[in-house]
């Protein structure tokens, strides 16, 4: 089935030590997102990715950077994680922005 | 700031009833609404997309979605326990939630009584 997946489900890392999360999908979908849920919160989206196009929310850390190196992956790296970064990441996808947005199971990660 | 206003619940509804869920959103140019599912410790399922005024069925899901007056509505008929999760309310510029993304509300905690 198509999909769209995202490893590690659990990642815990510890404080200020560079992480990396990934995500690849078989939907060959245009746009790729990448959100943060913190507990009992709504998504807040942190950038996307329109092919190779790169946007960039105003507020989100310069800590949180991104990557898609091809149509079906994307990655999301943390630089410098610190306590407030524990929360559940989750990837998007869409074909084009004119059709709904399909998640992964998510990367919950945790900082010690 | 665009923003999508939910109650937060817990919305006790027995089972076999009516659950009537609520959103209001900030953004009059939002073209497209979405209402998302999601259990605890899982991602976001998509249940209902709405773009025009006016209702939309699918199986036991109603949205509803009023641009004047900035609201939409999930309506879900004969209720059933595993409905109970928490509903999230999604707006998005363009007419599939666009490329810039959604803006989500907090979402409601819905609790199907058995």
Known sequence: ?112 | QKEVEQNSGPLSVPEGAIASLNCTYSDRGSQSFFWYRQYSGKSPELIMSIYSNGDKEDGRFTAQLNKASQYVSLLIRDSQPSDSATYLCAAGQGSGGGADGLTFGKGTHLIIQP
């Not at chain 1, 560079?18 to 790729?32: A, I, K």
């Not at chain 1, 092919?51 to 149509?71: C, G, I, M």
């Open chain 1, 1 to 112: 089935d198509a999909m769209v997946i995202q490893n590690p489900r659990y990642q815990v890392t510890q404080f200020g030590k560079p992480v990396t999360l990934s995500c690849s999908q078989t939907l060959n979908h245009n746009v790729m997102y990448w959100y943060q849920q913190k507990s009992s919160q709504a998504p807040k989206l942190l950038f996307h990715y329109y092919d190779k196009d790169f946007n960039n929310e105003a507020d989100t850390p310069d800590n949180f950077q991104s990557r898609r190196p091809n149509t079906s992956f994307c990655f999301l790296d943390i630089r410098s994680p610190g306590l407030g970064d524990a929360a559940m990441y989750l990837c998007a996808t869409s074909r084009d922005g004119n059709q709904p947005q399909h998640f992964g199971d998510g990367t919950r990660l945790s900082i010690l």
